[in-house]
């Protein structure tokens, strides 16, 4: 199983191993239709949510923003709300990842603080002043600094990028002569 699912045409099909494994099983029984439009929706969102595949055309949404989108983009439903299953299939998406990779936590962090990054120099008032000592809060040598070291940051953002995406999906792992599947637990493998 080296992937869960399998992305055609924006729908995320599970493989026939994902559906044995807990929550996904669930997410899939529980849409009765014979077509199981509702969970393919889901299970949409789930990989989409979460996923670091190069096929996921959301990786690099800010996280705070992602949700929304998704809801309208492939829910087509903004009153939607995941529900405990749904976090627990990101969950458990996200520890597969992070069991994988050891440079995914890595990443995440520095994804968020970059995010953090950009909220910032979007909202901050270089004429803000300290209200005792009238002194400009943000000096515009540290902002412009700051500035020039935003290329740097980001090129080392996609380098985290790519070496999770080596990790996680492009290099065999070789064990006794068998490929072992990035969601593989390491442990039981000794």
């Known amino acids: 199983m080296a992937y869960l699912f399998e992305v055609t045409e924006r729908i995320v099909f599970p493989?026939?191993?994902?559906?044995?494994?807990?929550?996904?099983?669930?997410?899939?029984?529980r849409d009765e239709s014979p077509n199981k439009d509702t969970a393919l929706k889901e299970l949409t969102y789930i990989e989409f949510m979460s996923?670091?595949?190069?096929?996921?055309?959301?990786?690099?949404?800010?996280?705070?923003?992602?949700?929304?989108?998704?809801?309208?983009?492939?829910?087509?439903?903004?009153?939607?709300?995941?529900?405990?299953?749904?976090?627990?299939?990101?969950?458990?998406?996200?520890?597969?990842?992070?069991?994988?990779?050891?440079?995914?936590?890595?990443?995440m962090a520095a994804k968020r603080a970059a995010e953090k990054m950009k909220n910032?120099?979007?909202?901050?008032?270089?004429?803000?002043?300290?209200?005792?000592?009238?002194?400009?809060?943000?000096?515009?040598?540290?902002?412009?600094?700051?500035?020039?070291?935003?290329?740097?940051?980001l090129g080392e953002l996609k380098s985290l990028e790519k070496k999770v995406e080596e990790e996680l999906y492009e290099e065999s792992k070789m064990r006794s002569d068998k490929q072992i599947s990035p969601f593989a637990d390491r442990n039981s493998m000794k």
């Open 120 to 153: 910032f120099f979007m909202n901050f008032d270089i004429t803000e002043r300290n209200e005792k000592t009238g002194n400009p809060i943000y000096k515009p040598r540290d902002i412009t600094s700051s500035l020039n070291d935003t290329g740097r940051v």
């Open 51 to 107: 996923s670091m595949k190069k096929s996921n055309p959301y990786r690099q949404y800010p996280e705070d923003r992602k949700h929304e989108v998704l809801k309208q983009d492939i829910l087509q439903d903004v009153q939607w709300t995941p529900d405990p299953l749904i976090y627990e299939a990101i969950t458990k998406i996200r520890l597969f990842q992070q069991e994988a990779s050891i440079t995914y936590s890595y990443y």
């Open 15 to 29: 493989n026939a191993e994902t559906l044995l494994i807990s929550p996904f099983k669930e997410i899939w029984g």
